[in-house]
């Protein structure tokens, strides 16, 4: 698990070979084979990403009215490169929005949706709230956490899936729900989730049970939270089944809300 007095850097290398940063020795960035020709030795973009991503950045940002409020929006975009907040993206986001390091890593560091280390290809989030717990969530987390062989925001060796404990899923008529890349797979139990997981290891087509029906890449999702839609937040159904039983229920008896 994360957080050991004992990890080293080689702890936080990807397989998949992208710049990985020890969150114990913020600063020091460890450029793993394959991305030399993305990333410098010194953590830094090179001339074509970092031209990609002045492009990108520079239309994001022009949405604000001050600067400094497009960094949450930005720290996705760099996510959306890396597959997590590197050392080289907190500099960019810092320099793009004239800030010092200190105010993003500051940032970076709140949120949970901000990663310290690279994610998989699937972020797979389990819901451990108190109605999904109850339902079955912790046994859930128990048996996939086991049957991938990593915990909490780590990454399978293939880099293929990465595993989150959620809060809540604001879905708590589906329970227990799990999430891949933020889309909702509802009404799972451990054996549904394991198959879940086998199935996107395998490559095969897996679809939400909600939304769009095409499951994007970690990379892909963060792109999108970046305010740079992918055009797919208007298919499939957003509510359904329970979700909707009150709404029946009201417009058989003819209820209404008071009018203000």
Same mark, same amino acid.
């Given at each position: 698990?994360?957080?050991?007095?004992n990890? @080293?850097?080689?702890d936080?290398a990807?397989?998949?070979? /992208?710049?990985?940063?020890n969150? @114990?020795e913020?600063?020091?960035?460890?450029?793993?084979?394959?991305?030399?020709?993305?990333?410098?030795?010194?953590?830094s973009y090179?001339? #074509?990403?970092?031209e990609?991503?002045e492009?990108?950045?520079?239309?994001?940002?022009?949405?604000?009215?001050k600067t400094?409020?497009?960094?949450?929006?930005?720290?996705?975009? $760099?996510?959306?490169?890396? %597959?997590?907040? @590197?050392?080289?993206?907190?500099?960019?986001?810092?320099?793009?929005?004239?800030? !010092?390091?200190?105010?993003?890593?500051?940032?970076?560091?709140?949120?949970?949706?901000?990663?310290?280390?690279?994610?998989?290809?699937?972020h797979?989030?389990v819901?451990?709230?108190?109605?999904?717990?109850?339902?079955?969530?912790?046994?859930i987390?128990?048996?996939?956490?086991?049957?991938v062989?990593?915990?909490h925001?780590? !990454? /399978?060796p293939?880099?293929?899936? /990465?595993?989150?404990?959620?809060?809540?899923?604001a879905?708590?008529?589906?329970?227990?729900?799990?999430?891949v890349?933020? #889309?909702?797979?509802?009404?799972?139990?451990p054996? @549904?989730?394991?198959?879940?997981?086998?199935?996107?290891?395998?490559?095969?087509n897996v679809?939400?049970?909600r939304?769009?029906?095409?499951?994007?890449?970690?990379?892909?999702? /963060?792109? $999108?939270?970046?305010?740079?839609?992918?055009?797919?937040? %208007?298919?499939?159904?957003?509510a359904a %089944?329970?979700?909707?039983?009150?709404?029946?229920v009201?417009?058989?008896?003819?209820?209404?809300?008071?009018?203000?």
């Amino acid at each position: 698990m994360s957080g050991s007095q004992n990890e @080293s850097p080689a702890d936080y290398a990807s397989p998949k070979g /992208s710049t990985t940063l020890n969150p @114990s020795e913020e600063g020091v960035a460890v450029v793993s084979p394959g991305e030399e020709g993305r990333v410098t030795a010194r953590g830094s973009y090179s001339p #074509e990403v970092r031209e990609r991503l002045e492009r990108d950045a520079k239309e994001i940002i022009s949405r604000y009215p001050k600067t400094r409020s497009a960094l949450l929006p930005l720290l996705h975009l $760099v996510q959306s490169e890396d %597959g997590y907040v @590197s050392d080289a993206g907190q500099e960019f986001c810092a320099e793009m929005l004239g800030l !010092t390091k200190a105010e993003v890593v500051g940032v970076a560091t709140f949120y949970t949706m901000y990663k310290r280390r690279p994610m998989g290809d699937y972020h797979v989030g389990v819901c451990v709230n108190t109605l999904c717990a109850v339902m079955g969530g912790d046994q859930i987390w128990d048996e996939l956490s086991e049957h991938v062989g990593v915990g909490h925001d780590e !990454t /399978s060796p293939d880099g293929r899936v /990465s595993l989150e404990r959620l809060e809540c899923n604001a879905a708590c008529d589906f329970a227990p729900v799990m999430m891949v890349n933020w #889309e909702f797979f509802d009404n799972q139990t451990p054996a @549904s989730a394991k198959q879940l997981v086998d199935d996107l290891r395998d490559g095969k087509n897996v679809s939400p049970t909600r939304g769009p029906k095409k499951l994007c890449t970690f990379k892909e999702a /963060s792109r $999108v939270l970046a305010g740079l839609p992918d055009d797919l937040a %208007g298919d499939g159904p957003s509510a359904a %089944g329970a979700s909707l039983e009150g709404l029946k229920v009201a417009k058989a008896n003819g209820w209404k809300a008071p009018e203000a």
